[in-house]
């Protein structure tokens, strides 16, 4: 009984086994209509790689002056505007940019042209003429009458 076992436990080994070892490979053309040989070819060429320059490369002029105005008005830079990035340009923006604590970089960090006044300007957003923009009302409206850090009674009701 454990002899037949163990033969069919081999029988069953070698039908697993033996077909996959003597199958040929199937070659099946391409799907797209383009001939063995052509995409062959393609995948033998040589893709050269190109390096993709990502980021911001320069400051537009307009810009510059800018920027330089209000580095001039916070006492950073000296002189006149000439809407160039030079190195006293930089140098004032990243003395701007150390004396706030923050990165400094050759770019100008996107907080730095906020507090310098030059963030985005959304008054030609769809929204900006028609929407109301009410500032909050004073903190001292909103307060509510208050006895051992409860509500008094008479204001829940509102």
């Given at each position: 009984m454990v002899s037949s076992h163990a033969g069919l436990a081999l029988l069953i080994s070698?039908?697993?086994i033996v077909p996959p070892a003597f199958a040929s490979r199937v070659h099946r053309s391409p799907t797209n209509g383009q001939?063995?040989?052509s995409s062959h070819k393609l995948s033998q060429t040589r893709h050269k790689k190109t390096r993709r320059v990502r980021g911001q490369q320069a400051i537009e002029p307009e810009r510059v002056t800018q920027i330089q105005q209000a580095l001039i008005r916070e006492h950073y830079l000296s002189g006149e505007t000439d809407g160039r990035w030079d190195e006293t340009t930089q140098a004032a923006m990243q003395?701007?940019?150390?004396?706030?604590g923050w990165q400094t970089k050759l770019m100008p960090d996107s907080r730095a042209l906020k507090?310098?006044?030059l963030g985005p300007d959304y008054s030609g957003a769809i929204n900006a003429k028609e929407g109301n923009f009410v500032a909050p009302s004073s903190s001292s409206s909103n307060t509510l009458p208050q006895a051992s850090g409860f509500i008094a009674a008479s204001r829940v009701s509102q």
């Open positions: 070698a039908a697993l001939t063995s040989s003395k701007y940019q150390a004396d706030q507090k310098l006044g």
